[in-house]
């Protein structure tokens, strides 16, 4: 079997790529889509939070915008609201005994966000 027909899926790092907007389905196979300004994959790096599948999905509402992607690292108690485009290097930190929520709509381009962020909806 020819390895465009699957990427393989080891971490939930691969997994937020496989699910991301960077791929199109194209008769059973996934390429990368044509609009994504970089020629390769952005480079991807999920914290502890984001280990175990179950925590992953949970905090993406949805899969985040990412074909101007070229570098992520998330680490603490992050989570993405619905809607959200990565541009760029982004790096999210939150401390420990802390917690991040990019609100949904958000648009982080070369971003380092740290330290401690909720924004409630009321």
């Known amino acids: 079997m020819p390895r465009s027909r ?6 939930t790092s691969d997994l937020f790529l496989i699910t991301s907007d960077i791929y199109a389905l194209e008769n ?3 390429t990368l889509d044509p609009k994504r300004i970089f020629s390769t994959v952005p480079l991807v790096k999920l914290g502890d939070h984001f280990k175990k599948v179950q925590d992953f999905l949970t905090r993406f509402k949805n899969p985040p915008h990412i074909l101007e992607l070229d570098h992520l690292t ?3 108690d992050v989570t993405f609201g619905s809607d959200v485009t990565l541009r ?3 790096i999210i930190v939150a401390n420990h005994g802390s917690r991040i929520d990019i609100p949904s709509g958000s ?3 070369n971003k380092v966000v740290s330290g401690n962020l909720r924004i409630l909806d009321h």
């Open 74 to 76: 998330v680490t603490g």
């Open 107 to 109: 648009i982080l381009e």
């Open 28 to 30: 059973g196979k996934l």
């Open 6 to 11: 699957f990427l393989p899926v080891k971490s």
């Open 88 to 90: 760029g290097t982004v």
